[in-house]
């Protein structure tokens, strides 16, 4: 008499692993395609030049000039890295209307000399993508022409909208927008932008183990659920002999 066809059916075990593994590698494919998403809308926010730039803000005062705070830039060795990968490079673009565009980037403390006793307006937070708060600090003296000083370590000056690129350095710094002429009145639109590395490769790397690892879910789940297969042998049961019962092929 043939043999009847039955399911193969998984232990509890079996059905336990292969939920787990499925789990586990669908979260993973998640992940990257999540991850390699990011990694695509980043690196669309890149310009031209390879940099990624806030939004324009636009700062006015009365006085001669509008600087940022110091900002304090230690990077502990890290500028040969930022540089092999691309990065570590500040765009500071900005036009005062009339009466032309000076920017300039200096250290700290000369630029405190330099603008001492001058009224100016300075940034005091501009974490929020460059949303900032600033105050205006009062002052009458007129200082020099900022293109004749000779501190500055990046510097753009003409009509309408400048920009200047510096390459970060360790050190307490601070940059300035002004009036070629040092004159009254400035009304800035500011923006800023660090360079950063083309995130296309690390993007499709990340999308590309998404679906390596969807795949695996998707194999995971076919085991689990698959349904019964034609001509499968049951598992093998034990035979239980009773006594005065002949044996099974006698």
Known sequence: MPTPTTPIRHSTGKII??????????????????????????????????????????????????????MDLQLDGAGDFLEAVGSGDIKVSADAGDGGTFIGIARTADVDRYLEGVERAVVTDYSDWFDPDYHQVPGERTPADPGSRSFWVAQAAGDGKQSLTWDVQDGDWTAVVMHPDASRQVAADVSGGVSAPSF????????????????????FLWLLFRGPRDGARPE????????????PGV
């Open 17 to 70: 692993g292969l939920a787990l593994a499925a789990g586990i590698t669908a979260i993973l494919a998640l992940g990257a395609f999540a991850a390699g998403g990011g990694l695509l809308w980043a690196d669309g926010e890149r310009d031209a030049d390879g940099f990624v730039n806030t939004d324009t803000e636009s700062i006015q005062t009365s006085g001669r000039a509008v600087t940022t705070g110091h």
């Open 236 to 247: 093998e049961q034990p035979t239980v002999v009773l006594p005065g019962e002949p044996s």
């Open 200 to 219: 296309l490769p690390y993007a499709i790397v990340s999308l590309a183990f998404g679906a390596i690892f969807a795949a695996g879910a998707a194999a």
